[in-house]
C-alpha cells in the first residue's frame, strides 16, 4: 500500500517540477552575478580614446558656428566703437600731421590706429600713457589729453606726425615696403620743418629709418639720444620706448617717465634753458685731507692741569660767609686765565649747602 502511494504521488512532484522548470529565470547565473558585482567597488568612469582632446569637439565640428559668433561679435564691436562706421570706413580715413616749423619736438609714430583715424587725434586711446608720462615729466603744465593735441605747437612746441600714413587695426597690419617708403617720406618732413628734436615713439620705427636714410642697421639700440642726425638739418635723433600699453619691456607709465625727463633735459639743453635756483641739484665735494685740517683747526685744545684754580677756590670759602641756605658761591672763577682747563673732579665742583654747626 505504501508503495502504492508513492508511485501515486511521484508523478505529481514531476509536474510541479515541470511546471517550475517552465517558469524558471532564463538566467540562472544572474543571481550569482550579482552577489558578486555587489561585493566589487563600482567602475570608475572610462577615459576618452587616445587621439581625442578631452573637453573640445573633434576637428571641423561646430566651425561654421564659431565662425557666425565671431563675425556676430565683431560687428557688434564695431558698432559700438565706430559710431555705425565699418572698418573699412575707418581704414579709409587719415589722420594729419600736427606740424609746423620752429618746433622743439617732433613725435613721430608708425601708423595711424582706426581709433585715432576716427576721431582724428592723436593717441586717443585711453590706456595710452603718451599723455599721462608728458604731464609727469614736467613737459606741460597740466594733464592734457587727445582733444587738446592741435594746441601743442603753439603752447609748448611739440608737434606729431607717422611715417606711415595708411590707416591699419595695427602696426602688423603694415608691409616692409611701405615702413621703408614711409621713411623716406619721414626724411622730407623733417628737412622741411627742421624740428630741434625728432622723438621716436617706438624702437621699430627708428630702426626702420636708420637703416633706410643712416644706411646703418641698428643693433642693441639703446633709448635715448641717438648718434646721428637728420642730414642736411640739426636735428637730432632720440628714441624713447613706445607709449603703448602693450610694450612689454615698459609696461606702466611709471616705467617710461624716466624717458620723457630725460627729452625735457635734452631741448632745455639744446635752447639753453638755465635751471631755476629752486629746482638747481647742489654738487657736493668732499676732500677728507682738507677736512682733517680744519678739524684740528677748529677743535677744542685738550685739556691742562689748573693748580691755581683749586687754590682759588680756598682762598674765596675761608673770606666769605656763607649766605642764606649755606651756599657758597664763588666770585674769583674770572680771575683764571683764558683757553685754560682744569682736571679737577666734578664732585670737588659741587657746592656745600649743608648747615653749619653754628646754626
Request: net charge neutral.
Amino acid at each position: 500500500m505504501l508503495n502504492a502511494v508513492q508511485y501515486t504521488e511521484r508523478p505529481v512532484e514531476d509536474k510541479i517540477m515541470t511546471d517550475l522548470s517552465v517558469h524558471q529565470d532564463p538566467y540562472p547565473d544572474q543571481p550569482q552575478q550579482h552577489h558578486q558585482l555587489s561585493a566589487q567597488p563600482p567602475a570608475l568612469p572610462t577615459t576618452p580614446a587616445k587621439g581625442k582632446k578631452r573637453g573640445r569637439p573633434p576637428k571641423g565640428e561646430g566651425k561654421e558656428r564659431t565662425e557666425a559668433e565671431e563675425s556676430a561679435k565683431k560687428a557688434k564691436r564695431t558698432l559700438d566703437r565706430f559710431n555705425g562706421m565699418s572698418v573699412e570706413e575707418v581704414m579709409a580715413k587719415k589722420l594729419p600731421d600736427i606740424i609746423t616749423h620752429n618746433l622743439d619736438m617732433l613725435i613721430i609714430g608708425i601708423n595711424p590706429g582706426l581709433l585715432s583715424a576716427y576721431k582724428g587725434r592723436h593717441y586717443p586711446n585711453p590706456g595710452n600713457h603718451f599723455w599721462k608720462c608728458l604731464f609727469l615729466s614736467g613737459l606741460t603744465d597740466e594733464q592734457l589729453n587727445h582733444m587738446h593735441d592741435q594746441t601743442l605747437p603753439e603752447r609748448y612746441g611739440i608737434g606729431f606726425t607717422n611715417m606711415v600714413e595708411r590707416t591699419t587695426p595695427g602696426s602688423k597690419d603694415l608691409s616692409n615696403k611701405e615702413i621703408r617708403e614711409g621713411g623716406h617720406q619721414l626724411l622730407e618732413k623733417l628737412q622741411m620743418y627742421r624740428p630741434l628734436i625728432a622723438v621716436f615713439n617706438g624702437k621699430c620705427i627708428y630702426e626702420t629709418f636708420c637703416k633706410e636714410i643712416f644706411g646703418v642697421k641698428a643693433k642693441n639700440l639703446e633709448f635715448g639720444l641717438q648718434p646721428y642726425k637728420v642730414p642736411e638739418t640739426e636735428t637730432v635723433c632720440y628714441l624713447m620706448p613706445s607709449s603703448s600699453p602693450r610694450c612689454a619691456q615698459f609696461p606702466r607709465a611709471q616705467d617710461k617717465v624716466h624717458f620723457f625727463i630725460k627729452l625735457k633735459e635734452l631741448r632745455d639743453q639744446m635752447k639753453g634753458v638755465v635751471k631755476t635756483q629752486e629746482i638747481q641739484e647742489t654738487s657736493y665735494t668732499f676732500d677728507l685731507p682738507l677736512a682733517k685740517e680744519d678739524a684740528k683747526r677748529q677743535s677744542i685744545k685738550e685739556e691742562q692741569h689748573d693748580p691755581g684754580y683749586e687754590e682759588t677756590c680756598a682762598h674765596g670759602s675761608q673770606q666769605h660767609t656763607p649766605q642764606a641756605f649755606g651756599v657758597h658761591p664763588s666770585t674769583d672763577t674770572d680771575q683764571v686765565p683764558d683757553n685754560r682747563w682744569t682736571m679737577q673732579p666734578f664732585a670737588d665742583q659741587i657746592p656745600d649747602i649743608r648747615c653749619s654747626n653754628s646754626n
